[in-house]
């Protein structure tokens, strides 16, 4: 039964490119969240996914931008990349309306570098 | 606004007793939760508490008081491997979904 798996591991890009982040979710998982985590900070919500729709946002620009296929899978989309968004990109994965404590799953996270 | 504050980073030798803080001020409240995460790895669920009171598991017990909006984690019989950072997160609404609330993570350094 594979976990949270989550692609690339690790980038490098340039000031003002684009970049895009996958996610597939622990199998039986219908949703789909994503956080920012900054060297030395905690995660901060980005954006969560459902039923191909986004039911949640944090407080992140119109850069960041996310889309949900039909198998459950994610992807995060950054524009006009900052030097700011060099962060660990985590892919959490969960059943929606199951509140249980332990069922929420991270990835291993992608490592994005802005020079 | 949103708040979760713990403190930086802590440390602890072996066989010692630690306990790990965090004050929350959330819109809502719908549980408080625990990870632990070793550096480059994902967070991993270690506890969790949405009645006031202790929850034992193990070497790991977390204890909420919703009215003081505080939470501790109380890790026994330090091990070198529990040095990771610990995160206190909030889940601050009870709809299917809800993204939690994280605060910057207490490192903790176990030393021999």
């Known amino acids: 039964d594979a976990g949270v798996t989550q692609s690339p591991t690790h980038l490098i890009k340039t000031r003002g490119q684009q970049v895009t982040l996958r996610c597939s979710p622990k199998?039986?998982?219908?949703?789909v969240s994503w956080y920012q985590q900054a060297l030395g900070q905690g995660p901060q919500f980005i954006f969560q996914y459902y039923e191909e729709e986004e039911r949640q946002r944090g407080n992140f620009p119109d850069r960041f931008s996310g889309h949900q296929f039909p198998n459950y899978s994610s992807e995060l989309n950054v524009n006009a990349l900052l030097l700011g968004d060099s962060a660990l990109y985590l892919c959490a994965s969960s059943l929606w309306g199951d509140s249980r404590p332990n069922t929420i799953y991270f990835g291993e996270g992608s490592w994005l570098t802005v020079v | 606004g949103q708040n979760i504050d713990q403190p930086t980073e802590m440390t602890a030798t072996e066989g010692a007793i630690v306990q790990i803080n965090c004050t929350y001020q959330?819109?809502?409240?719908?549980?408080l939760f625990w990870y632990q995460q070793h550096a480059g790895e994902a967070p991993t669920f270690l506890s969790y508490n949405v009645l006031d009171g202790l929850e034992e598991k193990g070497r790991f017990s977390s204890f909420l008081s919703r009215s003081k909006g505080y939470s501790y984690l109380l890790l026994k019989e330090l091990q070198m491997k529990d040095s990771a950072s610990y995160l206190c997160?909030?889940?601050?609404?009870?709809?299917?979904?809800?993204?939690?609330?994280f605060g910057k993570g207490t490192t903790l350094s176990v030393s021999s």
């Open positions: 959330t819109s809502g409240f719908n549980g």
């Open positions: 199998s039986g998982h219908d949703t």
């Open positions: 997160a909030v889940r601050d609404d009870n709809q299917a979904g809800t993204a939690l609330i």
